[in-house]
DNA sequence: TCCTTGCGAATTTTT
DNA sequence: TTCGCAAGGA
């Protein structure tokens, strides 16, 4: 049993906890000091496949059976709904339904939670609204236009983006910097934020960012609310935390200020959303911020061959801001990584698609395979070819069910029901089904929303009461008024989900469906239904939005069997035998932009992505490249990612599609861009003005097909000609050289100067 | 009010 | 290339 160093222990030894130590079970040296280190500031510096959720949930519970901390004074936040449920469970398997009173969400729903208690002290009432992305960028845009910005040269999404890093940053509107915002002078950007939050204010509602904020807010201006908090969250536990942004960063520091019984679970390695936010740099920085903290690095793992993790190694090592782990396994050393590359786009997913079935005769599930791309975009061809070889696979990180429209619109009726300010919500119905109201009608009561600083709903109950409207739709908005008083007021005395149907009903959405004859409508009315169900699994409306506002997830299929396709992004944290990683091109992956926008760092993300992709694996790993791809509907011929060439050639089997690894027009662009040896040579980086001429050079390859037909009959001497191992021969670019090996057309050719190639026979000429 | 047309943009997205 | 949005016409 482990001895305990914390005050109120001395009856900790009874029965029940002899009895549940066996979560400490199978633990190894380092898990084990990481769970029971719970003493002051910890960093567990957990590499991939360490067993980083098991010593997070064995501490927790490991605190609580120990008596260490009490379920309630124990905050554990993460940063997904599905990371805080996975570990409510385990730790409520161990420690049974006292588990239930940890404060345990993620950042966002225990920031609301907080704030629901002190709203009044950030101008809010406590039923306010969370607003997701897509209500954020309507009424940003509102303010635009009300301002007479021009949306073409400042899109709102990309307003709503600076302003979210703004708060991502910790930064209200007065604390934005003038150099900050002169960086967006044109557009007087810190102005927008300021109205953005007077009119999240009118209309009681609060987007994700000040979820965090507004505590930070309120942490601040009341050190006696702070003060109640930290004295009663004595333990904090963080999983993510190379994720954590600075908000969330402060938010953690106001907590743990005192005691500093803080434990930050994470890998600098896997620091993948640096774009939104997140700072590598809280974990860097770990131990000055905590002096005299521990920390425990976690390097075992219990995942992979050995061989991946060497490849994942190696290409980690070009990274220089890390803090440096070295995974180890003692395991098998397992296969090679293959490294293959093809002629373009469909080439690969063909590949890909034979190798699935070849691994699917061998009796490897599909749920053990899976595609990781870079951007969500490069699913569409693989998801063709199962389709044509008919391959079951599933989308991770789809359109989501709370995402579509009709679900929406109804969300809406029943958000204006819960909280009549709701302005968002209530424009979005408002019309709909039709009621009369257009535009017309919709600026009036605009106008005079915005003289007199009230939420549309106020406006319109004014309104109605003038003759400022067209009698029709007067009629109409004072019948919606009456409608939703009436809903509102069935609130109290019947239940949610009556009322949602009821709602649905009256309101005549259900009838405009049913009247729609377009090929979707059936569909739609099948979601509502589903939304209706879904509403039994809560207590409230309240609880509903709450649980959709924060929790927008999608329903998982798991009952067939099927092939994951995912972004890299998507597959942090999961695993699988056989891992798939197309698109290994530069401007792919590592992507153009986030070089172009973020440099040096901007590439070391990248390469952590790439470092995330191949640690998804337990057995293989699959890297392959097109020499040619389709963007945006022209023809660009691409060289190989860098970062092959970044993983140990010992760990590679390279296989290329025929005629590609060779010079191929001896001279042309392509011998340029990837000609001097087949991929793997190319070890430097191709500099910015060579890629941008290369882009700069289009090519369709069904005209280099056309190409090489023509010169195939031309040459038709050449190509008859049978190279046989021992031969001479002399290659244009390559000069002079002998055959080591011919199989068909394809030749291994040792050049006198330029080493070993693989090259096609109708580009020798045999001596 | 609805449909057509044309323009421009086009990574990653835990909440 | 393809999608989504906004403006303009019937």
Redesign the pocket.
């Known amino acids: 049993m482990p001895s305990l160093n914390v005050g109120d222990e001395s009856n900790s030894k009874n029965a029940g906890i002899s009895s549940n130590v066996g979560y400490l079970q199978g633990l190894n040296s380092k898990q084990l000091e990481a769970v029971e280190a719970v003493d002051g500031a910890v960093l567990v510096l957990a590499g991939a496949g360490t067993g980083k959720t098991r010593v997070l949930t064995a501490r927790l519970a490991h605190l609580i059976a120990q008596k260490v901390a009490m379920p309630w004074s124990i905050l554990a936040v993460t ?5 805080a449920r996975e570990m409510r469970d385990r730790v409520t398997n161990i420690i049974g339904p006292m588990a239930e009173q940890v404060w345990l969400g ?4 225990l920031g ?1 939670r907080i704030l629901r208690r002190h709203a009044e002290l950030v101008n809010l009432k406590p039923n306010f609204t969370i607003l ?2 897509d209500d954020q960028i309507r009424l940003i ?1 509102q303010i635009m236009q009300a301002e007479n910005l021009d ?2 040269k400042w ?4 307003l709503s ?1 600076v302003i979210q890093r703004w708060k991502d940053r910790g930064l209200t509107p007065e604390k934005v910097s003038d150099d900050e915002a002169k960086q967006y002078a044109d557009v007087k950007l810190a102005e927008i934020y300021s109205q953005y939050q007077d009119r999240l204010s009118v209309l009681n509602a609060a987007d ?2 000040d ?1 965090l904020l507004h505590c930070l807010t309120i942490f601040q201006q009341n050190p006696d609310v702070l003060r109640e908090y930290q004295r009663r969250l004595t333990h904090l536990l963080v999983d ?1 935390y190379q ?1 954590t942004n600075v908000a969330q960063y402060l938010w953690l520091r106001f907590l743990a200020q005192g005691r500093q019984n803080i434990c930050c679970v994470g890998d600098d390695d896997q620091s ?2 640096g ?4 700072e590598v740099g809280n974990i860097l920085r770990f131990e000055n911020d905590f002096p005299g903290s521990k920390v425990i690095r976690l390097e075992q793992n219990y995942r992979s061959t050995s061989r991946v993790l060497t490849a994942a190694s190696g290409l980690i090592a070009h990274n220089e801001d890390r803090l440096g782990k070295t995974l180890w396994t003692d395991g098998n050393d397992g296969d090679k990584i293959i490294v293959r590359g093809v002629w373009d786009g469909e080439s690969e997913a063909r590949t890909v698609g034979d190798q699935v079935e070849t691994y699917q005769r061998k009796g490897v599930s599909l749920n053990e395979m899976a595609i990781l791309v ?4 490069q699913t569409r061809e693989f998801e063709e070819r199962f389709l044509t070889l008919g391959v079951p696979y599933q989308v991770i ?1 789809g359109a ?1 069910f709370y995402e579509r429209m009709e679900i929406r619109d109804a969300i809406a009726y029943l958000r204006v029901i819960y909280q009549p300010d709701d302005d968002l919500a209530l424009e979005r119905i408002l ?1 709909k089904p ?6 017309a009608s919709l600026q009036s009561i605009h106008h005079l929303a915005r003289l007199e600083s009230i939420s549309l709903w106020l406006a319109i109950a004014k309104i109605i009461d003038t003759d400022e409207l067209r009698p029709a739709a007067r009629k109409s908005l004072a019948k919606l008024i009456d409608d939703f008083t009436r809903w509102r007021s069935m609130l109290d005395h019947s239940d949610h989900i009556e009322l949602a149907g009821i709602v649905l009903d009256e309101s005549g959405y259900t009838e405009m469906l049913l009247k729609d004859k377009s090929p979707e409508a059936p569909g739609r009315l099948e979601n509502l239904k589903e939304l209706v169900s879904a509403l039994e699994e809560f207590d409230g409306l309240g609880q509903f939005l709450e649980h959709i ?5 999608n329903a998982e299929d798991d009952t067939t069997e099927q092939i994951s396709l ?5 597959a ?2 999961l695993e699988f035998d056989k891992i798939f990683l197309p698109g290994w091109e530069e401007g792919v992956f590592p ?8 440099g040096a760092k ?1 590439l070391e ?2 390469r952590r ?1 790439a470092y995330v992709g191949l640690t998804r694996a337990r057995e293989t790993v699959e890297i392959s490249f097109a020499a040619n791809r ?1 963007v ?3 023809w660009q011929s691409s060289i190989p990612s860098r970062f092959i060439s970044e993983i140990p050639e010992s760990e590679i089997e390279q296989f290329d599609e025929m005629g590609l690894s060779s010079d191929f027009f001896g001279g042309t662009v392509q011998s340029e861009a990837w000609g001097q040896d087949n991929f793997l040579g190319q070890t430097r980086f191709q500099s910015a003005e060579k890629r941008q001429r290369l882009n700069v050079k289009s090519v369709n390859p069904r005209d280099i097909q056309v190409a090489l037909e023509d010169r195939s009959s031309a040459d038709v001497t050449i190509d008859e000609t049978f190279f046989a191992p021992g031969d001479r021969v002399f290659h244009q670019k390559f000069g002079m050289g002998t055959v080591k090996r011919s199989d068909g057309d394809k030749l291994e050719i040792a050049f006198d100067k330029a080493g070993e190639k693989k090259v096609i026979s109708r580009f020798v000429k045999q001596l």
């Not at 774009?275 to 997140?278: F, I, L, P, S, V």
């Not at 870079?374 to 975009?377: I, K």
């Not at 506002?549 to 997830?553: D, G």
């Not at 995912?566 to 998507?570: D, F, G, Q, R, V």
């Open positions: 940063f997904t709904n599905k990371a993620t950042f966002h729903s609301a997701d992305t845009k949306e073409k899109p709102p999404r990309v983006g994700f960012g979820l993510e994720d993948i959303y774009w939104r936010g997140a870079r951007a969500s975009f990180g989501r019309n039709k009621r009369g109201i257009g535009l506002s924060l929790v927008m997830e995912m972004t890299l992004h998507a942090k944290g992507n153009q932009r986030s070089l172009d926008e973020s901007g993300e990248e992505l389709r945006y509907g022209n």
